[in-house]
């Protein structure tokens, strides 16, 4: 089992979402961010002022998958997230140890 994060464009989630649904992830997780990377910021123009912008709105999306769709889950974020352009985001990869459902008290696999 894997946990996926991706930080991605506010404006892709719909498409990150539907992607992944078709795929067959169940449940994810969605947090509003705020944060750069290479493109530290940008300088917006307010009332005739100049202004730098250091953390730009980023979208955090985390699921949690089986190793068998691991793959088409990362490809499936980062088709429908990708504009070609700079600060499209990116998808991070980590190892889940155990997953338990609180409901029901099903543990790994079943518990997804």
Same mark, same amino acid.
């Given at each position: ?7 991605? #464009?506010?404006? #892709?989630? $719909?498409?990150? &979402? ?6 067959? /992830? =169940?449940?994810?997780?969605?947090? *509003? /961010? ?6 530290? +910021? ?9 202004? @730098? @912008? ?7 999306? *985390?699921?949690?998958? $089986?190793? $068998? ?17 700079? +600060?499209?985001? #990116? ?6 140890? =155990?997953? /338990?459902?609180? &409901?029901? +008290?099903?543990? +790994?696999? $079943?518990?997804?």
């Amino acid at each position: 089992m894997k946990l996926l994060t991706a930080i991605i #464009k506010p404006f #892709k989630l $719909d498409e990150v &979402r539907e992607a992944l649904s078709a795929i067959g /992830v =169940q449940g994810i997780t969605v947090t *509003e /961010v705020k944060g750069f990377g290479r493109q530290k +910021g940008h300088t917006e123009l307010y009332r005739g002022a100049e202004y @730098v @912008v250091d953390f730009l709105p980023k979208t955090k999306i *985390e699921a949690a998958v $089986d190793d $068998d769709i691991l793959e088409r889950a990362i490809e499936a974020i980062e088709t429908s997230a990708r504009t070609g352009k700079i +600060g499209d985001g #990116k998808i991070f990869v980590y190892s889940l140890e =155990q997953v /338990v459902r609180i &409901r029901t +008290g099903e543990t +790994g696999k $079943d518990a997804l």
